[in-house]
């Protein structure tokens, strides 16, 4: 009898140590969270692969909620190679750091923000060891630019050799719709108030951005009988409702939020929403779409947070992209923030004659001058900032006159739209796009008149 005891002990004793080895040997490659904009994001997957910056071999570990794949470290590494900055799924962390384990800078971009190279802020470490690195890198509060940013973060990896890939990405299966009852749980708020959003669909539209797109429509009334539900969802048919314009690959390129408890319906708010763990494979498309936290859209608030599920057939031909029209890779991804330019130094704003200034950025296609630009009739304190491509100016009109005045002069000079503008007594944003050149203008009020920020790609600057 006491020989079983003993025996019996020993095996539950063996049990737990094994049960604890696996626990301590099941680490975790990425824990922490980025803070930008007043928004904190949690990091759960990292990447680290060897590379070439400045001239510098050099280590980047790239941390995100959502995995990179195999064709975005092609980009990436493309963009590098022709000196540029890469770009991943947002919410993401870039840290690169120096053969020695030293940080040498960092990125980030979240939301509708991002934050070029910084240096000398940040403290962290990097170990190679059988392949593998494991470091950390912490923010405590990084004021320089624009937009407040801290993190703090953990990673333990493998590391991608020059020569190493990531496996290809598994070819999504189309097929009939799966046999998934629809559902979709969470918070979903308009100026505090609670919507219960307790029907889902999904659904193919017409391609966008040279890419294959698809409709999510959330709503609180059913739906499923609706030809065209994101246009009555829209029209606040089935009371409050979420409609979603989102890639295969989860980018998400329009939404419109219609809420009871607002008085602007069916407005836009592209750039505050993000989708995390988005998959689409086997005749369902699942994952959850969130805010991280409260918006505030040209004065409406509203906040996201929910998990779906649902069915969702092959692709019909006349939504498919035609071979000829998919998009070529890109060797620089293209951004719109006015700290992300190629300097691994920290943000310094040149002089009014440009002094000091380093060498601005030169998109593909570069021609069309800044200092060609039209402005207000009455600008004033006028700086060509070319080391972030960025023009700043001040005006005596309102928000709307300069919103007005600055379509109609940029009309004339051959810029289009490139979306809706989204014009507001307190906050408005233009785009317009002429060729590869880009701008997106900002306008608010400020000292009476009102203030005007263009972040430009694609221009001259010389």
Same mark, same amino acid.
């Given at each position: 009898?006491?020989?079983?005891?003993?025996?019996? /002990?020993?095996?539950?004793?063996?049990?737990?140590?094994?049960?604890?080895?696996?626990?301590? #040997?099941?680490?975790?490659?990425?824990?922490?969270?980025?803070?930008?904009?007043?928004?904190?994001?949690?990091?759960?997957?990292?990447?680290?692969?060897?590379?070439?910056?400045?001239?510098?071999?050099?280590?980047?570990?790239?941390?995100?909620?959502?995995?990179?794949?195999?064709?975005?470290?092609?980009?990436?590494? =493309?963009?590098?190679?022709?000196?540029?900055?890469?770009?991943?799924?947002?919410?993401?962390?870039?840290?690169?750091?120096?053969?020695?384990?030293?940080?040498?800078?960092?990125?980030?971009?979240?939301?509708?923000?991002?934050?070029?190279?910084?240096?000398?802020?940040?403290?962290?470490?990097?170990?190679?060891?059988?392949?593998?690195?494991?470091?950390?890198?912490?923010?405590?509060?990084?004021?320089?630019?624009?937009?407040?940013?801290?993190?703090?973060?953990?990673?333990?990896?493998? /590391?991608?050799?020059?020569?190493?890939?990531?496996?290809?990405?598994?070819?999504?299966?189309?097929?009939?719709?799966?046999?998934?009852?629809?559902?979709?749980?969470?918070?979903?708020?308009?100026?505090?108030?609670?919507?219960?959003?307790?029907?889902?669909?999904?659904?193919?539209?017409?391609?966008?951005?040279?890419?294959?797109?698809?409709?999510?429509?959330?709503?609180?009334?059913?739906?499923?009988?609706?030809?065209?539900?994101?246009?009555? =969802?829209?029209?606040?048919?089935?009371?409050?409702?979420?409609?979603?314009?989102?890639?295969?690959?989860?980018?998400?390129?329009?939404?419109?939020?219609?809420?009871?408890?607002?008085?602007?319906? #069916?407005?836009?708010?592209?750039?505050?929403?993000?989708?995390?763990?988005?998959?689409?494979?086997?005749?369902?498309?699942?994952?959850?779409?969130?805010?991280?936290?409260?918006?505030?859209?040209?004065?409406?608030?509203?906040?996201?947070?929910?998990?779906?599920?649902?069915?969702?057939?092959?692709?019909?031909?006349?939504?498919?992209?035609?071979?000829?029209?998919?998009?070529?890779?890109?060797?620089?991804?293209?951004?719109?923030?006015?700290?992300?330019?190629?300097?691994?130094?920290?943000?310094?704003?040149?002089?009014?004659?440009?002094?000091?200034?380093?060498?601005?950025?030169?998109?593909?296609? =570069?021609?069309?001058?800044?200092?060609?630009?039209?402005?207000?009739?009455?600008?004033?304190?006028?700086?060509?900032?070319?080391?972030?491509?960025?023009?700043?100016?001040?005006?005596?009109?309102?928000?709307?006159?300069?919103?007005?005045?600055?379509?109609?002069?940029?009309?004339?000079?051959?810029?289009?739209?490139?979306?809706?503008?989204?014009?507001?007594?307190?906050?408005?944003?233009?785009?317009?796009?002429?060729?590869?050149?880009?701008?997106?203008?900002?306008?608010?009020?400020?000292?009476?008149?009102?203030?005007?920020?263009?972040?430009?790609?694609?221009?001259?600057?010389?």
């Amino acid at each position: 009898m006491t020989t079983r005891f003993i025996s019996l /002990l020993m095996a539950v004793s063996t049990m737990g140590a094994a049960a604890l080895f696996a626990q301590e #040997g099941a680490t975790k490659p990425a824990e922490g969270t980025l803070t930008l904009d007043e928004k904190t994001y949690t990091l759960k997957h990292a990447l680290a692969y060897e590379t070439t910056i400045d001239n510098e071999e050099a280590i980047e570990v790239v941390l995100s909620n959502q995995a990179v794949s195999a064709e975005q470290l092609k980009e990436a590494r =493309a963009a590098e190679k022709e000196g540029g900055d890469p770009n991943f799924r947002r919410p993401f962390l870039r840290l690169v750091f120096k053969q020695t384990g030293e940080i040498k800078h960092w990125s980030a971009a979240a939301g509708g923000t991002s934050i070029g190279r910084r240096s000398g802020t940040a403290t962290g470490e990097l170990k190679l060891q059988d392949g593998r690195v494991n470091g950390k890198a912490t923010v405590a509060n990084d004021a320089q630019g624009m937009f407040p940013t801290s993190f703090d973060v953990r990673f333990d990896t493998a /590391l991608l050799k020059a020569g190493d890939s990531l496996p290809t990405s598994t070819v999504r299966k189309g097929g009939p719709a799966a046999n998934v009852t629809p559902s979709v749980t969470g918070v979903f708020k308009g100026n505090g108030k609670e919507a219960k959003l307790a029907y889902v669909s999904a659904h193919w539209r017409e391609p966008f951005s040279d890419k294959t797109g698809m409709a999510l429509v959330f709503t609180e009334k059913d739906h499923s009988k609706e030809k065209k539900p994101d246009t009555g =969802a829209l029209f606040g048919k089935f009371g409050s409702a979420l409609i979603i314009s989102i890639h295969e690959d989860g980018g998400i390129y329009g939404c419109q939020v219609v809420h009871s408890a607002h008085q602007k319906q #069916g407005f836009s708010s592209i750039g505050s929403i993000e989708a995390t763990d988005f998959t689409y494979a086997d005749g369902r498309v699942e994952g959850e779409l969130t805010t991280n936290g409260e918006v505030d859209t040209f004065g409406e608030k509203w906040e996201v947070k929910i998990k779906f599920v649902a069915p969702l057939g092959e692709i019909p031909k006349e939504f498919q992209v035609a071979e000829s029209k998919k998009p070529a890779q890109e060797t620089k991804p293209a951004t719109s923030d006015p700290d992300d330019y190629d300097d691994d130094a920290d943000d310094t704003e040149p002089s009014a004659n440009g002094s000091g200034a380093k060498p601005a950025r030169q998109s593909a296609g =570069a021609g069309f001058k800044a200092k060609d630009l039209a402005l207000t009739k009455d600008a004033t304190d006028v700086e060509y900032k070319a080391l972030v491509e960025q023009l700043v100016f001040k005006t005596k009109a309102d928000v709307k006159s300069v919103c007005t005045e600055l379509a109609a002069k940029l009309k004339a000079q051959g810029w289009t739209n490139e979306g809706r503008d989204m014009v507001n007594p307190q906050s408005s944003i233009l785009k317009r796009k002429r060729g590869e050149a880009t701008l997106t203008i900002f306008v608010k009020p400020a000292d009476g008149g009102s203030e005007v920020k263009m972040m430009t790609e694609g221009l001259s600057w010389e």
